[in-house]
């Protein structure tokens, strides 16, 4: 079974504290992604990896920083949590598929609150 | 306007019925389509893909229509189960396969 395994379901933070989302997938997938989930909005794309030590800005970079050091582990930041980044994050996975992003396997999600 | 468009709902419908969704994209670039479906609290899991032929899984029936730029997902014989919420996924092939997914529209099934 294909298994993203985010470390932590839910968070509980103070504004300005530094916080790690950590991400690990078991698939040797070339392709991990952060996204976040807020109602009425969706999921919207924070950052996404192609490879390792490699990082593209998805739609919302702003306030957070990603590594990916480790093929299987994709790592979200938040150098400074504002209470505007509660939400839920999901990580996901893929293999590249023909012409771009073949299927996504997510994580369960880590819900995050900034206090 | 959003790259990916859907009625958030909810549709609540009988057991049995038919119910169908629809979704719009603004992107004409967008060049694969996909059907994401979502537990409450839980993480979105692939439906199925959507290819300009159409195709039918089971009670699932996903439509193209390039020329007006929407997509459609038909469910048929409800059931229960199928109480989700429904994310509607493009793939925009020009930025690198970037997929962008819609809102999602909630569907509630009642005995």
Not at chain 1, 22 to 39: A, K, L, S, T
Not at chain 1, 85 to 106: D, K, N, V
Not at chain 2, 33 to 52: A, G, H, I, N
Not at chain 2, 67 to 87: E, F, G
Request: proline share 4%; aromatic share 12%; glycine share 8%.
């Amino acid at each position: 079974d294909v298994k993203v395994t985010q470390s932590s379901r839910y968070l509980v933070k103070r504004t300005g504290e530094k916080v790690f989302l950590e991400c690990v997938q078991d698939m040797d997938h070339e392709n991990m992604f952060w996204y976040r989930q807020d109602p009425g909005l969706g999921l919207r794309l924070i950052y996404f990896s192609y490879d390792v030590k490699m990082k593209e800005k998805g739609d919302i970079p702003e306030g957070y920083s990603v590594s990916r050091e480790k093929k299987e582990r994709f790592s979200l930041i938040l150098e400074s949590a504002s209470t505007n980044q509660t939400s839920m994050y999901l990580c996901a996975s893929s293999s590249p598929g023909l012409g771009g992003t073949g299927e996504l396997f997510f994580g369960e999600g880590s819900r995050l609150t900034v206090l | 306007r959003k790259e990916v468009e859907q009625d958030p709902g909810p549709f609540n419908v009988p057991e049995g019925a038919t119910v169908a969704f629809n979704c719009t994209y603004s992107n004409s670039a967008s060049q694969s389509f996909f059907w994401y479906r979502q537990d409450c609290r839980k993480e979105p899991k692939l439906l199925m893909s959507v290819y300009s032929s159409g195709n039918e899984d089971g009670r699932f029936t996903a439509q193209l229509n390039r020329a007006s730029q929407y997509i459609s997902l038909l469910i048929r014989d409800s059931k229960l189960s199928d109480s989700a919420t429904y994310l509607c996924v493009v793939n925009l092939y020009n930025q690198g396969g970037k997929l962008i997914f819609g809102q999602g529209t909630e569907l509630s099934v009642k005995p």
